[in-house]
């Protein structure tokens, strides 16, 4: 029943951009739901999630009502704009959003670590993750998707994890509705070749699209939106309103948004500049319109970053990324040769990174070059077969310009990696495949959906580009997603299983006043954060390096934290009242069996210990 009033309120709210602005319903459904986003993170700035979700319930019935009333005014209208070839593919993903994910659960590591537990605690509060209570370890992560996934739970009344997944693949696929936005229903031919691009576009480079919650992807895919708006549409009040609130949402949506939202903007600022002055000029003039409407986009940006900022100063919230590292003497360092020489090892694999490390690894072994190869060759098509002649100049420009965002965006990710990052994951470039991945996704969406909405009534060029990409791209997740939808999910549920004995505690410990030490020794941590997730909202390790002690177990273990017996009995009696071994063995028993009740016997797997601080010495004495 919670999904029929999800896509009620989804449908009506889009029902009504529609008739107001005129537009296709595939055109206003992603601008309905950013609104939405914008409404929540309103409203938790304001401590006041939950009313959040009142209003967006009441804007709902107001816009069912809205859209009865256009619908006697005008039918023929009404139904034009919204019975469209675009709203019943958007009804097929909706089914397909429904079936992919019944009974889903999270499987990821960063999904524990952040971006399923964020959720779990802000249905817990109907807060922010930085709430008090709340157990985010990366507070100062921007919530965007987060609000978005809380609104599907909260709506459903109890937090199931399969609707984390739904929420994410319902806002990707209104970010690529548009591409149908042209489409009439005799066009059956271009519906199918469409619908095939949306399904398989994401997994070019993130082949776990649809099964994981993590951000990178759709960041992309809202870089992608704001440029084919604004490159496929002429300019208009609607078009800036779209343009502005996705800016907005993609700078909430982690740290590295707001750097696309500039490149963005740069792009288009040097298109209006150039090639659109006169089309600027009467813009303004008509109907006098005032030039703050066009910078808009910039003021939404800069009113996202800027208020998730002096909202985490006022909160006493750490910024999510650390950058004091990029300042003028670190990077003077590295020509005088002061700097410390993981750096340089940094950017010497970086460098190699871009020709050596496989983004796609499938027909074509392709690297970041080998990518950028392929878009230029798309975007040569793009200008010689597809846009006429007064259009070549502009799309030059503006390809040439996504480009140089590129190397902006590699450039900006390097400095990141060299000032910001540990020496083990600069050294590592932890995660650049998904970074990288960011940027390239963006740009390949928007090659693809432009030339498929300015491709007129031949289909050689965007049947010749899904073609090629059915070759190039590895699209077994849809078949693993979608037909074997039950196996799929049986797996995670199975991959879950080992973690649920830490449950039962729940019974035995206060959220409010105890906080347990987890152990799982010998672990990178999997463990852990798998755990520590389960029994959210209780507190455990105060320190993300703490779960495995003593010496290195194994050759490689960097996670294992040497600690004495009397300093780890310190901490548990400074800041503990529970001890949980989830994972232990021979080596954990004899380094610190002593301070257990009953010696290194009592130290077993899934066993509960009260840290007993009545003695000057303290005793873990088990409970179960």
């Not at 700078?251 to 600022?269: C, E, N, R, V």
């Not at 027909?363 to 793009?382: D, N, P």
Request: net charge positive; proline share 2%.
């Amino acid at each position: 029943m919670y999904l029929i009033l999800i896509f009620f309120i989804l449908c009506s709210g889009a029902a009504m951009l529609s008739s107001i602005f005129n537009k296709r319903i595939e055109e206003t459904l992603a601008v309905w739901i950013l609104v939405m986003i914008i409404i929540l993170y309103i409203a938790g700035l304001l401590g006041k999630l939950k009313m959040g979700v009142f209003i967006i319930i009441l804007l709902g019935v107001v816009s069912v009502i809205f859209s009865c009333y256009n619908l006697y005014l005008d039918g023929e209208k009404f139904i034009e704009n919204v019975w469209t070839p675009g709203f019943v593919v958007f009804m097929i993903f909706f089914v397909l959003a429904w079936w992919t994910q019944r009974g889903r659960m999270l499987t990821s590591w960063d999904e524990f670590s952040h971006w399923g537990t964020v959720v779990k605690n802000m249905y817990i509060f109907d807060a922010l993750g930085n709430h008090t209570g709340s157990t985010v370890t990366f507070r100062g992560y921007p919530p965007a998707t987060a609000l978005f996934e809380y609104l599907w739970v909260r709506l459903s009344g109890s937090f199931s994890e399969g609707n984390l997944y739904r929420a994410m693949n319902i806002l990707y696929f209104s970010l690529t509705l548009p591409i149908f936005s042209n489409i009439r229903w005799k066009n059956f031919s271009k519906i199918v070749i469409r619908f095939v691009f949306i399904l398989i576009l994401p997994l070019a480079f993130f082949q776990d699209f649809y099964s994981n919650l993590m951000v990178d992807a759709i960041l992309g895919v809202m870089l992608s939106n704001v440029l084919f708006t604004y490159y496929v549409n002429e300019l208009s009040t609607f078009k800036l309103i779209n343009i502005s609130l996705t800016l907005f949402v993609l700078t909430l949506t982690k740290s590295s948004g707001f750097g696309l939202a500039i490149i963005a903007i740069m792009i288009m600022t040097i298109d209006l500049l150039v090639k659109q002055k006169d089309n600027l000029s009467t813009y303004l003039k008509l109907r006098n319109r005032k030039i703050c409407l066009v910078l808009c986009p910039i003021f939404f940006t800069l009113i996202s970053k800027y208020s998730w900022s002096i909202y985490l100063k006022i909160t006493k919230t750490g910024e999510a990324w650390e950058t004091s590292g990029v300042n003028v003497q670190n990077i003077k360092d590295l020509f005088n040769g002061n700097a410390p020489h993981y750096r340089m090892i940094t950017i010497k694999n970086f460098c190699n990174a871009f020709t050596e490390t496989f983004l796609t690894d499938y027909t074509f072994k392709l690297s970041f070059m080998g990518w950028i190869v392929i878009l230029l060759t798309i975007s040569i098509m793009l200008i010689t077969f597809i846009c006429n002649e007064e259009e070549k100049g502009r799309y030059r420009l503006g390809l040439s310009a996504i480009f140089i965002g590129a190397v902006i965006y590699a450039t900006s990710l390097l400095i990141l990696y060299v000032f910001t990052y540990t020496e083990y994951e600069a050294t590592n470039l932890a995660s650049y495949s998904r970074y990288t991945g960011t940027y390239i996704l963006g740009a390949l969406i928007f090659l693809v959906v432009t030339t498929c909405l300015k491709e007129e009534k031949k289909l050689s060029c965007s049947t010749v580009l899904l073609l090629f990409l059915l070759i190039t791209i590895k699209v077994t997740p849809v078949i693993n997603n979608i037909i074997l939808a039950p196996s799929s999910v049986k797996s995670t549920i199975a991959r879950r299983t080992p973690y649920v004995p830490i449950l039962k505690i729940k019974g035995t410990i206060n959220p409010k006043t105890d906080k347990v030490y987890i152990i799982s020794v010998g672990s990178h941590g999997y463990d852990y954060w798998v755990n520590r997730y389960n029994i959210t909202p209780i507190k455990t390790n105060l320190k993300l390096d703490s779960w495995s002690l003593g010496n290195p177990y194994y050759k490689g273990d960097i996670w294992t934290k040497d600690i004495s017996t009397k300093d780890w009995g310190q901490e548990l009696k400074n800041d503990y009242t529970y001890v949980y071994i989830y994972k232990t063995n021979e080596g954990f028993k004899k380094t610190y069996g002593e301070i257990f009740e009953g010696g290194e016997e009592s130290v077993k797997n899934d066993t509960l210990y009260y840290v007993n601080k009545s003695n000057e010495k303290i005793v873990l004495e088990k409970i179960r």
